[in-house]
């Protein structure tokens, strides 16, 4: 009888390689990796047209452009992730906005501002409620507290801007720690908080399963119940922080404010590779959707091009770069 090799996997040919791929390779493919080379090339690209952006000024105003965003766009991320939509972000933001402003006129700014953040999260709680409890489609839901928000926003506001806030209320925009604005401290404190969350705990795996297929999360016996409502609950707290520092820096409140702010943190989770489906998704890439739109439209300012023709600019942009990952995606799936 013949001696049997005594070398693992003897029947795989010797110019085939066995070796693991190297870690490296996995980081690559990401398409965190690949938003991070779009923000990069854009970046390079607007250095180039305009010698204003890389300058450290214009650098610390993008990364105060993308707080209110960025913040808001976290809570879009959770929604997303379990494949619903909430469209009344920006409605939450304004009426939280008019909430916070007439609370300053009457409690201090320790108590002023969780009472507003606890009306945002009031309200997506009863839009989770909804949702998840009676079973009402996400888009139908929201569309109609979108409705609503607005209308409480001009009643309670009596139709105009709120002002005369405490001038202490700057203080969380402008107070800086190593020389980093206390709001962009804040908006990176967040991303890693929501990041260990939705990657290290059973709630974050729970959101993701839920937005794969609840039905089987469901069967695996997790929480869908709870975690398909706490999502809509961080999106209308989070909308009422986002306006704290809004209105920390504008020193107003306006029932109109956040208008189509919806739609901005819908793109940018969407360019950060997030699935309207559910179940796809992360909050870095969030954050990378949330700066690539807001250099787009810094680098365009700085070059000057018409506001009439921004929108068409980012819109396409949006598409292209959409249309890239889906081909990218296709491609790798066929092989």
């Known amino acids: 009888m013949a001696d049997t090799p005594n070398t693992p996997n003897s029947d795989i040919p010797d110019h085939v390689s ?6 490296l390779h996995a980081v690559f493919r990401t398409l965190e990796f690949r938003m991070l080379c779009l923000a990069l090339l854009l970046a390079g690209i607007l250095s180039i047209l305009s010698p204003h952006f890389l300058t450290e000024r214009n650098i610390f105003n993008i990364l105060d452009q993308s707080v209110v965003i960025g913040i808001v766009a976290v809570g879009m991320t959770f929604v997303i992730l379990t494949g619903g939509i909430d ?5 939450v933001f304004g009426l939280t906005g008019i909430i916070l402003a007439q609370a300053l006129q009457i409690m201090p ?22 949702i998840a409890v009676f079973g009402l489609a996400p888009f139908v839901v929201t569309l109609g507290v979108m409705a609503i928000g607005r209308s ?8 105009r801007s709120i002002s005369g806030l405490p001038l202490d209320l700057d203080a969380i925009v402008y107070s800086t720690f190593l020389g980093i604005p206390a709001n962009v401290l804040f908006l ?7 990041w260990g969350y939705l990657s290290y705990t059973k709630g974050g795996r729970t959101i993701y399963a839920i937005g794969s297929n609840a039905e089987a999360a469901r069967a695996a016996g997790l929480s869908t119940m709870f975690y398909s409502i706490l999502p809509y609950v961080v999106s209308g707290a989070l909308a009422a922080v986002a306006v704290t520092f809004s209105l920390a820096q504008i020193m107003s409140a306006d029932p109109m404010a956040g208008n189509q702010l919806e739609l901005d943190a819908i793109a940018a989770v969407v360019i950060g590779g997030a699935s309207l489906y559910g179940g796809r ?6 954050l990378l959707g949330v700066l690539i739109m807001v250099m787009i439209r810094n680098g365009l ?4 091009v018409s506001p009439y023709w921004q929108g068409t600019a980012i819109g396409s942009i949006i598409i292209i770069a959409l249309l890239a ?11």
């Open 152 to 159: 409480l926003s001009f009643i309670a506001s009596g139709q």
């Open 87 to 91: 469209l009344s972000v920006g409605a």
């Open 109 to 130: 700014i320790p108590l002023a501002i969780p009472l507003a953040v606890l009306a945002g999260a009031g309200i997506g709680l009863f839009s989770g409620v909804l």
């Open 325 to 335: 990952e889906r081909l990218i995606n296709w491609r790798s799936t066929r092989n």
């Open 18 to 23: 066995t070796a693991p791929a190297h870690p």
């Open 281 to 286: 998704g992360s909050v870095i890439g969030t």
């Open 188 to 194: 990176i404190g967040l991303y890693l908080c929501a």
């Open 301 to 304: 300012n700085l070059i000057e």
